[in-house]
């Protein structure tokens, strides 16, 4: 079934990405009113977290979309925005809070997803998968055609 549908992975990375990439370049064309939203919140060095924050929705989307290195990504990705539900949406008595606080819950699985089971066929990692197994299968050929040789 998976074969079948290569595309389906890509797709799913892509939305997922996309959420993040938007969300890294708002904040790149508002730092300052995003360090005052991260100072509002009582977290502490908003300068320090605004930076992190942008290269991990930034380069994390990026990364994403394209498929490289997507299960350590999506693993980091899937702590920042669990700490981002816990610094920005914790206060559960507010109804938006906990719809924003399941939202970044529910966008967790969908990165524990691609940590577990990886960027699908369509993807950086997988063309490089497939090209280390080349080389390994040329190694092994290699190997076989000396040992035969002796």
Request: proline fraction near 3%; glycine fraction near 10%; charged fraction near 10%.
């Amino acid at each position: 079934m998976l074969n079948k549908t290569p595309y389906i992975g890509a797709v799913g990375r892509i939305l997922i990405a996309a959420l993040f990439l938007i969300s890294g370049l708002g904040k790149i064309a508002a730092p300052a009113m995003m360090q005052g939203i991260i100072a509002s919140a009582g977290l502490p060095f908003p300068l320090l977290a605004l930076l992190v924050a942008i290269v991990i929705e930034v380069v994390g989307g990026i990364f994403l979309i394209l498929g490289y290195q997507s299960r350590i990504v999506a693993s980091v990705m899937a702590v920042f925005t669990v700490a981002a539900a816990l610094g920005f949406h914790r206060n559960f008595a507010d109804q938006n809070a906990m719809a924003h606080f399941l939202k970044n819950i529910s966008i967790t699985g969908g990165l524990l997803q691609i940590a577990a089971f990886g960027a699908g066929s369509f993807s950086i990692d997988s063309h490089l998968a497939k090209s280390d197994l080349t080389r390994q299968g040329l190694a092994l050929d290699k190997h076989h055609q000396q040992r035969a040789n002796i």
